[in-house]
């Protein structure tokens, strides 16, 4: 059964959190708020915070950027996973993912489902890996935050979570660089 292993430690991991808008700041970014709130509850180090205008050069630049650096393990971002013309995270993200994780979007998709139907299929939430970091592009909802975190990310981002999690495997994540092989 899936579940913690209480004879496990528990390993914080950094996290940094990004906000897509043209229009929030941090002092009304809710969304950013939940998501830095569960991301202490839960015992993390909240590295870094940001917002960025919906513009893909800025979302890349910023989301590169925290992924080179060796005290951030994840990258969480939270809007533009829309389809009006600003929502273009999942566009320049995507292309500087070295594996996808389709199955963060399928998940993600099938809880918020239980919440708000069809209209799911209004998020192009997407996930993926790029110089041994996680990435998650999450809704700007604080709503989607919370079913990102709550259903997903809250137990693959601990590493007593059973069968298998995220942690164990972050010391693998650059292991074809280090070999000196091509992924």
Known sequence: ??????????????????????TRTLADDRSGDTLAQRIADAGHRLVE???VPDDRQSIA????????????DVVITTGGTGFTGRDVTPEALE???????D????????????KI???TIQSRATA??????????LPGSPGACKDAWDGILKN?????HMPCNFVEIMPRLDEHLKRGGAA
């Open 128 to 137: 993926g890996v790029a110089n041994a970091t996680f990435i998650f592009v």
């Open 1 to 22: 059964m899936p579940g913690i292993d209480d004879n496990r430690p528990f390993i914080p991991v950094g996290i940094a959190v990004l906000t897509v808008s043209d």
């Open 49 to 51: 915070r940001a917002i």
């Open 117 to 119: 139907g069809t209209s």
């Open 156 to 160: 693959q981002l601990d590493y007593r």
């Open 95 to 101: 292309p500087i993912f070295e594996k996808r994780m």
């Open 103 to 114: 199955g963060f979007s399928e998940v993600f998709h099938r809880i918020s489902y239980d």
């Open 61 to 72: 630049a910023q989301v590169s950027a925290w992924t080179v650096r060796k005290d951030i």
